[in-house]
């Protein structure tokens, strides 16, 4: 029983010290952790990883890259700390800024980045 509760509060306390790393990380951008953000529903499903992140007027969208219905049903929206925390190579483009995209091969994969 204590070897159980000792491993739970490791666990609970890494995952304390991983969503203080996402916020720091945010934070150090200037991007608040609740801010808006798009995921398409093959991300937000965690069927697809997020190889495509664009700023269409300003708003982050995290998507796969695959081609989607320009359409609300195929999207999510949630707070931006969600898809980086999940996949901290994120961090690599909370630097892109206003209508601005990047784009990758595999997750861990270097960025491309242009302006649209």
């Known amino acids: 029983m204590i070897g159980t509760t000792t491993h ?16 720091d990380a945010l934070a ?3 991007i608040p952790p609740n801010l808006k953000a798009y995921v ?10 997020i190889l495509y992140v ?5 708003d982050w969208c995290f998507l796969c890259g695959e081609e ?10 949630v707070g931006i700390n969600h898809p980086v925390s999940g996949d901290p ?4 483009v909370l ?3 206003v209508n601005e995209e990047a784009e990758r091969s ?3 994969g270097q960025w491309t980045r242009s302006a649209f």
């Not at 664009?54 to 300003?58: A, E, L, S, V």
């Not at 989607?68 to 929206?77: L, N």
């Open 54 to 58: 664009t700023r269409p007027d300003g």
């Open 89 to 92: 190579t994120l961090e690599d």
């Open 68 to 77: 989607h219905p320009q359409d609300a049903s195929a999207y999510r929206v």
């Open 28 to 30: 150090s951008k200037g």
């Open 8 to 23: 739970g509060t490791r666990h609970v306390q890494s995952g304390v010290c991983q969503a203080q790393q996402v916020t």
């Open 106 to 108: 595999a997750v861990g």
């Open 40 to 49: 398409c529903t093959e991300v937000f499903n965690a069927e697809r990883p």
């Open 95 to 97: 630097d892109l800024g």
